[in-house]
């Protein structure tokens, strides 16, 4: 009996600096991702910069010209800005979860970079 309760006392701290550690890092989460909204910057987005590798990073791997899911190739600024301009990216990025017609398929990309495409298709795609 002795036995037992010493035990069950040696693993209660452990556990509560655990939960501190938890509930810590959460905090810490959240600071962050508070801080990376805040710090989208929308104002001065280019291709050359932004855009380019942004869908090459997550959409380019399924809409190329060995591959062209949906018969959409996004390789390039042109073949880009038209899809960009007919309003067919926007409209497949903002679906809801679940939605089988979000793209990319894996889930939404961050409102950040949203944002980012919006503000390049606002200034009309250029091949900057
Ligand atoms: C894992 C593969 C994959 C990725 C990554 C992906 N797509 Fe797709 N996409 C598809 C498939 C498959 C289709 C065809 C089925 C459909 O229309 O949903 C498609 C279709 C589309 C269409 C419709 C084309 C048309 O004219 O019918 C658009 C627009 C599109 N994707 C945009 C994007 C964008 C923008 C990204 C990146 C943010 C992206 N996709 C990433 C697989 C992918």
């Known amino acids: 009996m002795q036995q037992s309760a010493n035990t069950?006392?040696?693993?209660?701290?452990p556990f509560a600096v655990a939960l501190l550690l938890l509930t810590h890092?959460?905090?810490?989460?959240?600071?962050?991702?508070?801080?990376?909204?805040?710090?989208c910057d929308t104002a001065a987005v280019t291709f050359?910069?932004?855009?380019?590798?942004?869908?090459g990073?997550?959409?380019?791997?399924?809409?190329?010209?060995?591959?062209?899911?949906?018969?959409?190739?996004?390789?390039?600024h042109q073949n880009t800005a038209a899809a960009a301009l007919n309003g067919s990216l926007i409209d497949r990025m903002t679906r809801s979860?679940?939605?089988p017609l979000l793209m990319p398929p894996s889930g939404a990309l961050s409102?950040?970079?949203?944002?980012?495409?919006?503000?390049?298709?606002?200034?009309?795609?250029?091949?900057?």
Not at 25 to 39: I, K, L, M, Q, R
């Open 57 to 76: 990073q997550n959409c380019e791997g399924c809409h190329n010209g060995m591959s062209a899911n949906g018969g959409l190739i996004l390789s390039g």
């Open 25 to 39: 890092c959460t905090y810490d989460n959240s600071v962050d991702s508070y801080g990376n909204t805040a710090a």
């Open 97 to 99: 979860a679940g939605d």
């Open 111 to 128: 409102d950040c970079d949203i944002s980012k495409l919006q503000s390049w298709i606002g200034e009309g795609a250029p091949n900057n």
């Open 8 to 13: 069950y006392k040696y693993l209660i701290l």
């Open 48 to 55: 050359s910069q932004d855009i380019k590798a942004l869908i």
